[in-house]
């Protein structure tokens, strides 16, 4: 089955830790997305990738560090210079041609920290 | 900068029609999203507009007015299931393509 995976669903961390949240996969998309979700909002996008090696700070990058060494991941570090970052994470990817090129999520990662 | 609007919480009956509103101001529109959240879940893809008029697949409609900024979702034959959040989300080709999203609209279903 094609889809994306985000693990793990639920992380909890100490504050001033470094934490990375995984994101593979397998639908051959160029483009690859962070985006926050705060409870009640809307998503704002973190950081995008468009192609291998290369990835582009979104609305919200700051605390955020990302690298795309491989097609098929986006992993995403959230670093102790994130002042608030306890909240839902969602990946997601598209292909990167002109039209439609809808955007798949994953089913998200749930960061708290203590 | 994009704005985009859409009212913060909607209740309706089983069984009923409900239209979700969402207004927006983009330089280089191209093309409107919606996708459904249920809570604590990943949004998936509903419609895509990007020229004017009526798009209908099944009970859902989406119609947009690019002159007028506006879009609405259309929900027929309203099932409890239906209760979750729905997002408007607007792609801008001067910022990358990339999508701006709404705050979302938290519908409530009931009998």
């Known amino acids: 089955d094609g889809g994306i995976t985000q693990s793990p669903k639920y992380l909890f961390r100490k504050e001033g830790q470094n934490v990375t949240l995984s994101c593979e996969q397998n639908?051959?998309?160029?483009?690859m997305y962070w985006y926050r979700q705060d409870p009640g909002q809307g998503l704002r996008l973190i950081y995008y990738?468009?192609?291998?090696?290369?990835?582009q700070k979104g609305d919200i990058a700051e605390g955020y560090s990302v690298s795309r060494e491989k097609k098929e991941s986006f992993p995403l570090t959230v670093t102790s210079a994130q002042k608030n970052p306890t909240a839902f994470y969602l990946c997601?990817?598209?292909?990167?041609?002109?039209?439609?090129?809808?955007?798949?999520f994953g089913p998200g990662t749930r960061l708290t920290v203590l | 900068g994009q704005n985009i609007d859409q009212p913060t919480e909607m209740t309706a009956t089983e069984g009923a029609i409900v239209q979700i509103n969402c207004t927006y101001q983009?330089?280089?529109?191209?093309?409107l999203f919606w996708y459904q959240q249920h809570a604590g879940e990943a949004p998936t893809f509903l419609s895509y507009?990007?020229?004017?008029g009526l798009e209908e697949k099944g009970r859902f409609s989406s119609f947009l007015s690019r002159s007028k900024g506006y879009s609405y979702l259309l929900l027929k034959e309203l099932q409890m299931k239906d209760s979750a959040s729905y997002l408007c989300?607007?792609?801008?080709?001067?910022?990358?393509?990339?999508?701006?999203f709404g705050g979302g609209t938290r519908l409530m279903v009931k009998p």
């Open positions: 507009n990007v020229l004017d």
């Open positions: 989300a607007v792609r801008d080709h001067n910022a990358g393509n990339m999508l701006t």
């Open positions: 990738s468009q192609i291998v090696n290369d990835f």
């Open positions: 997601a990817s598209s292909i990167a041609r002109r039209g439609k090129n809808e955007q798949f």
């Open positions: 639908l051959n998309h160029d483009a």
């Open positions: 983009t330089s280089g529109f191209n093309g």
